[in-house]
């Protein structure tokens, strides 16, 4: 069964942090290169950041030296940090592999940077 299951999402002020959770079925998870993408408000899903089943990582521009992305293999999870956050980080987070995401996405977990 495809699962992706985001969570960790809130409201914080700008430079604060959060960090979200994507748990993914096996089947998904397994020997693939996942990936954080957002949406913010009226436009398209962007790419956010990366990672190998190897650990090897990439990511935005927007987002390099302020958020990680990280995963545990043994609980089918990838994580992402993301400090210094930005009124422009304002988005609903999802995971999904990557650079071919499933046509299957999760709910989604909303981040609202605000002072």
């Known amino acids: 069964q495809v699962q992706l299951v985001e969570s960790g999402g809130g409201s914080v002020q700008p430079g604060g942090s959060l960090r979200l959770s994507c748990a993914a079925s096996?089947?998904?998870?397994?020997?693939?290169?996942m990936g954080w993408y957002r949406q913010a408000p009226g436009k398209q899903r962007d790419w956010v950041a990366t990672?190998?089943?190897?650990?090897?990582?990439v990511y935005a521009d927007s987002v390099k030296g302020r958020f990680t992305i990280s995963r545990d293999n043994a609980k089918n999870t990838v994580y992402l940090q993301m400090n210094s956050l930005k009124p422009e980080d304002t988005a609903v987070y999802y995971c999904?592999?990557?650079?071919?995401?499933?046509?299957?996405w999760g709910q989604g977990t909303q981040v609202t940077v605000s002072s």
């Open positions: 999904n592999t990557h650079p071919f995401p499933l046509q299957y």
């Open positions: 990672i190998q089943p190897t650990g090897n990582t």
């Open positions: 096996t089947t998904i998870f397994s020997n693939s290169n």
